[in-house]
């Protein structure tokens, strides 16, 4: 069976960092494509970042470009999303998701294979 899970998120006051991490499991996790996705209330999702199955290859939108930095470890079968200098409009649901690697990579809100349940990130004073 399939599991995406997300670490806890949290309450972070603008300017702070938090890192999200997401254990995978059920699938071989480094023929994947790891992707975040997030969504802020009332909105749609909205595409944060990919890296390839190798991790040799990272993508960002460009509102989270040069404060968000994705990573992941294929020995323990984890991607993580380390968020610096966050902003209100970063407050949402963050969500991970899996796709079988392929060029090009997904860089979109669907088509991904597995997700994870998402976790609730909140950035306010």
């Known amino acids: 069976e399939v599991h995406l899970v997300e670490s806890e998120g949290g309450l972070v006051q603008p300017g702070g960092f938090l890192r999200l991490s997401c254990a995978a499991s059920g699938f071989t996790f480094g023929s994947f494509d790891m992707s975040w996705v997030r969504q802020a209330p009332g909105k749609g999702p909205e595409w944060v970042s990919s890296?390839?199955?190798?991790?040799?290859?990272?993508y960002y939108a460009g509102s989270v470009k040069g404060r968000f930095t994705i990573s992941r470890d294929n020995v323990k079968n984890t991607v993580y999303l380390q968020m610096n200098s966050l902003k209100p409009e970063d407050t949402a649901v963050y969500y991970c998701?899996?796709?079988?690697?392929?060029?090009?990579?997904?860089?979109?809100?669907?088509?991904?294979?597995?997700w994870g349940q998402g976790t609730q990130v909140t950035v306010s004073s």
């Open positions: 998701a899996a796709s079988r690697s392929r060029m090009p990579i997904i860089k979109a809100t669907s088509g991904y294979d597995y």
């Open positions: 890296i390839n199955s190798g991790g040799g290859a990272t």
